[in-house]
């Protein structure tokens, strides 16, 4: 890497790192590797090491230019220090885990890969073939990682197994490669024979990596799922971008919880005269208004509600450009968790944003009250007008910045405060409807309890009417997240391993809001009568991510 300042060396650390991780690339929107495979070896993920080692160096010695550099220095230097620590801490290796690790990537970048034109089905056959070659790179790093003391825990090696073997089509099921390929239409034969051999190779590779977990890895794995105080630490910096004081954080959510459980239970009384939160929701999951039957009808419901909420909020509250009104409302294939996620616009909007629903394969009915808050939360305002408008601002933030940079507690904190301005403005005026979101809100808090509360496996505090005294463990947080939220129960289940997978994430969401909330407080009070929400939030989204401790320090010069 030979490039001068911190924009240049950003925006080439971008270009080598997506062709050395090409699944990264498409996540990010990069064009020219949708051909290629990650190496998920160990030398792959010491070449990835190594690139970001460099680049961290460069953008250290570089002189900023401006204020947009120094602030551009911060981000990376603060993103991909901790990519180094990680990496360094030999836990890059040993992610495995029900919900964002390579396993799950390797199958998930399909769903964003072009199927219009031959050209594009041509890369799709290229990287299928590849898919054995991943997976067998995978299993020597988890092996070595093993090795090595770092084992993702049981619970997560089996969960895995699962979500392997639907995708491998045991069972009986249809393959998610066969599915994927048979949507070829209009090729030529030579390619279409192609693709099917490829799914074919992509469905046993999936297949031989379920008995790898079962048969290899399972009997290294712990059967602990709390990582303890360093780890967690480790894996809290990463998601939120700030060093927090965890006993702090757990004490807060406790209050926040609380806070929350009383505003539901006066919401709840009002749809159900005297009746409990969950008398409110089955009252409502019964109700005609707030119901649609099956995936379609569901897609149709989020596109519409999508497409009005960009209408009524573009030019009214924010500025939002032509390109960025685009946002796909889609259902996301089988076997992933169950729960609704975001994926970005490539770097030329030729790939739309897409908000996914990921669903229960025997569900065919679902209550909409719960899910408005949901489409606000991954749509407009929340995902998809903050990493929108980051790509869109091209002139503004380098690569780095608009395509690889992911800071959990700067995007799920807005998007979760998304939800909360949404209600401000007046679109959740529906009792059923400002429940969904209370409750969207009550979970998140129960998930920074639940989350610091297992893995470090503290005691429950007395006033909380829950177990006080005992400390947590997973069997509590499942229990506790049933009996004290209204929650899709499906959905508690798997958020609960999901946590367990995942340390440090869930709490991001809530504490990243509260940074949100206090930037504006703060704003408000140095402006005054000149404080302006929407120059707030144009300025502050044109920034792009960052972790929290960045973010509080720009905002604070708005």
């Not at 460069?58 to 990376?76: G, L, S, W, Y």
């Amino acid at each position: 890497m030979t490039s001068n300042g911190v924009h240049a060396s950003s925006d080439a650390y971008v270009r080598e790192y997506a062709a050395a991780d090409p699944i990264g690339a498409t996540f990010m929107g990069v064009g020219g590797h949708d051909d290629r495979m990650t190496d998920y070896s160990p030398d792959g993920f010491a070449a990835r090491a190594q690139l970001a080692r460099v680049a961290l160096a460069e953008v250290r010695r570089a002189q900023p230019c401006d204020d947009a550099e120094t602030t551009a220095a911060a981000v990376f230097t603060e993103r991909v220090g901790l990519d180094l620590e990680i990496h360094e801490a030999g836990l890059d290796m040993a992610q495995l885990n029900v919900i964002a690790s390579p396993v799950q990537d390797v199958r998930m970048v399909f769903d964003l890969m072009l199927t219009t034109e031959t050209r594009d089905w041509e890369a799709i056959a290229a990287r299928l073939a590849r898919v054995p070659d991943a997976l067998a790179g995978l299993r020597a790093s988890l092996l070595a990682a093993s090795a090595a003391g770092h084992t993702a825990a049981l619970r997560q090696v089996r969960r895995v197994a699962a979500q392997c073997d639907t995708w491998a089509g045991a069972g009986g099921k249809q393959p998610f490669f066969d599915v994927l390929v048979a949507g070829a239409d209009g090729v030529p034969e030579s390619l279409r024979t192609e693709l099917v051999s490829g799914a074919a190779a992509a469905s046993q590779a999936y297949a031989r990596l379920a008995t790898f977990l079962r048969d290899e890895l399972a009997p290294r794995a712990p059967q602990r799922d709390a990582v303890g105080a360093d780890r967690y630490q480790l894996w809290s910096r990463y998601f939120l971008g700030s060093r927090i004081d965890l006993a702090e954080a757990y004490a807060w959510g406790w209050e926040e919880f609380l806070r929350l459980e009383t505003e539901i239970r006066q919401v709840a009384d009002r749809i159900v005269a005297g009746g409990t939160p969950a008398q409110a929701a089955a009252a409502l999951d019964s109700d005609p208004r707030h119901l649609v039957h099956g995936h379609e009808d569901l897609q149709r419901w989020m596109q519409r509600l999508s497409d009005d909420a960009l209408v009524a909020l573009r030019g009214s509250q924010f500025d939002i450009p032509d390109r960025v009104m685009a946002l796909e409302c889609r259902i996301a294939p089988p076997g992933g968790g169950v729960g609704a996620y975001y994926t970005g616009p490539d770097e030329n909007f030729s790939r739309p944003g897409r908000m996914w629903f990921s669903l229960p394969e025997d569900r065919e009915d679902f209550p909409t009250w719960r899910e408005v808050t949901t489409v606000y939360h991954e749509g407009v305002p929340g995902h998809h007008l903050q990493v929108a408008t980051a790509v869109h601002v091209a002139d503004r933030l380098n690569a780095f910045q608009r395509l690889m940079c992911w800071v959990s507690g700067h995007g799920e904190g807005w998007a979760l405060y998304a939800e909360r301005l949404m209600r401000e403005l007046g679109y959740l005026d529906d009792d059923g409807e400002l429940l969904g979101m209370l409750d969207a809100q009550l979970f998140r808090a129960a998930r920074v309890v639940v989350d610091i509360g297992m893995h470090l496996e503290l005691e429950i505090p007395a006033g909380t009417g829950f177990h006080e005294g005992q400390r947590w463990t997973p069997e509590l947080g499942l229990e506790f997240m049933l009996d004290r939220t209204i929650s899709d129960p499906a959905h508690v289940h798997d958020e609960i391993d999901r946590y367990l997978g995942w340390p440090g994430q869930a709490p991001s969401y809530k504490l990243g809001e509260r940074c949100w909330l206090a930037a504006r407080d703060d704003a408000r009070r140095r402006h005054g009568a000149g404080f302006d929400l929407v120059s707030f939030h144009r300025a502050a989204l044109e920034m792009g991510a960052m972790g929290l401790d960045t973010l509080t320090e720009r905002l604070t010069q708005l």
